[in-house]
């Protein structure tokens, strides 16, 4: 397996499966003689965790080790690697399922490419592999600390509902869902403050494609819109316009920042939209042979990922506008 590494200049690779003995990666790039923040560390770690009513019950320690590019809690300008210990693992929950590829899952597609996959869980399809990001995120965010870059998240969005302005209903609707052993998806928007003009390459590396990669990397992600987006491709040009002021800056901010995928100096917006988990309590698995049957799903998954996806995709926007800032140096 190939390309298990994001960035050119500010890199993250991962390693490890959903139950594998651990996970780890090696980040490159970070400057050398900077103190780590081990608080903003931890701090992203434990937003990623399963904290919401309707996130896996699966609870990981998710201690780093780190072993190699820091030394008295200083970076040493070489690749840093490090190691989290998967612990809380029950494989046997997967039983049933070796021999089966589940529906909307990547059991079949893994299958076919390399002719084996994990025998449990998702392997590298798991959102389990989100805890490495989280690790190269909360890198790249005190990277980006120094040029005062800020990078926030919301839900936006839970299955029909609005979530900023029908949160009784949304809720209403997760809690049916959990108890149906079903799930909801949804939006999360994100905002990066004080990103520096010029940042993104004309063409094939625009920042804006480079931010759609990354997000649509993220487990079960499957929309994403700078700016305003699809509701940009229904207006009037004259309406969707974004108007200068005397500064440089503009009167709207339609375009998310950027034009030509090269940021303008205005805030980055956009939004990425989650299907919703497939893995739910009954579903029709399909075996080798073709025969369908149906099983029970005992595997421990969230019935809405929004409220941990929320850290991961800041985390690659953080490791996609530190990038740019290193390839721009």
Not at 36 to 55: C, F, G, Q, V, W
Not at 85 to 97: A, G, T
Not at 166 to 184: I, P, T, V, Y
Not at 220 to 240: M, N, V, W, Y
């Amino acid at each position: 397996m190939s390309n298990n590494t994001f960035g050119k200049s500010f890199r993250l690779t991962t390693f490890g499966e959903s139950h594998s003995t651990c996970l780890g990666g090696i980040i490159e790039g970070f400057p050398a003689n900077q103190k780590i923040d081990y608080a903003l560390l931890e701090s992203e770690l434990e937003r990623r965790k399963s904290s919401s009513t309707y996130s896996t019950p699966r609870i990981e320690e998710d201690k780093v080790v780190f072993l190699s590019g820091i030394e008295n809690n200083i970076s040493l300008g070489t690749p840093i690697t490090f190691l989290i210990e998967n612990k809380n693992i029950k494989k046997q929950d997967y039983d049933k399922l070796k021999t089966l590829f589940r529906p909307s899952h990547a059991d079949y597609t893994y299958f076919s490419k390399y002719g084996i996959n994990s025998s449990s869980g998702g392997g590298r399809a798991s959102a389990r592999e989100t805890v490495c990001r989280g690790v190269g995120g909360s890198f790249a965010k005190q990277f980006l600390s120094s040029y005062g870059i800020e990078i926030n998240s919301e839900i936006i969005h839970i299955g029909q509902f609005n979530y900023l302005t029908q949160r009784n209903q949304a809720e209403e609707a997760l809690k049916e869902a959990k108890e149906k052993g079903d799930s909801l998806g949804g939006v999360i928007k994100c905002t990066i403050n004080n990103v520096p003009k010029g940042l993104g390459e004309p063409i094939f590396d625009k920042l804006s494609a480079t931010l759609a990669q990354a997000m649509i990397s993220i487990p079960s992600a499957k929309s994403f819109e700078i700016g305003d987006g699809l509701e940009s491709c229904k207006r009037l040009g004259s309406q969707d316009i974004d108007h200068w002021n005397q500064d440089f800056t503009t009167q709207t901010n339609h375009s998310g920042g950027l034009q030509g995928g090269i940021s303008n100096g205005m805030q980055v917006v956009f939004s990425v939209g989650f299907k919703p988990i497939a893995s739910i309590g009954k579903i029709r698995a399909i075996n080798p042979q073709g025969e369908i049957s149906e099983i029970e799903n005992k595997g421990r998954h969230d019935c809405c990922q929004l409220f941990r996806a929320r850290v991961v995709v800041e985390a690659m926007a953080a490791l996609t506008i530190a990038d740019f800032i290193k390839r721009a140096k």
